[in-house]
């Protein structure tokens, strides 16, 4: 078992930045793929980033790609999510995800296969 911690969420301006963390304890942090997710009021949870065990491979919704980046540091046990040129659709809670068993990048996308979630951290676009 994991547990994920969010953090670095906050109210911002479109046009802004934003640096989300994920901390992760209670388990081995480089056998898990990760994730982030967002959800947004009366909308449906949807995939923002992954990236593989090792770092090496990533994946984006094409929403935010060329805007948001995903990273992890393995020896920090933590992952990062820096998001540029914010938007007001992407206020939403932010969470970070945990994955076991995903093999293949075909399934980052996939909420579903995520085991562990973190409580999520506000993030809030004005225009």
């Known amino acids: 078992q994991v547990q994920l911690a969010e953090s670095g969420g906050g109210l911002v301006q479109a046009g802004g930045s934003l640096r989300l963390s994920c901390a992760a304890s209670?388990?081995?942090?480089?056998?898990?793929?990760m994730g982030w997710f967002r959800q947004a009021p009366g909308k449906e949870r949807e995939f923002v980033a992954a990236?593989?065990?090792?770092?090496?491979?990533?994946l984006y919704a094409d929403s935010v790609k060329g805007r948001f980046t995903i990273s992890r540091d393995n020896a920090k046990n933590t992952v990062y999510l820096q998001m540029n040129s914010l938007k007001p659709e992407d206020t939403a809670v932010y969470y970070c995800?945990?994955?076991?068993?995903?093999?293949?990048?075909?399934?980052?996308?996939?909420?579903?296969?995520?085991?562990?979630w973190g409580q999520g951290t506000q993030v809030t676009v004005s225009s």
């Open positions: 995800a945990a994955a076991l068993s995903i093999y293949y990048s075909g399934l980052y996308h996939d909420a579903r296969k995520y085991n562990f």
């Open positions: 209670g388990s081995t942090f480089s056998n898990y793929v």
């Open positions: 990236i593989s065990r090792s770092g090496d491979s990533t």
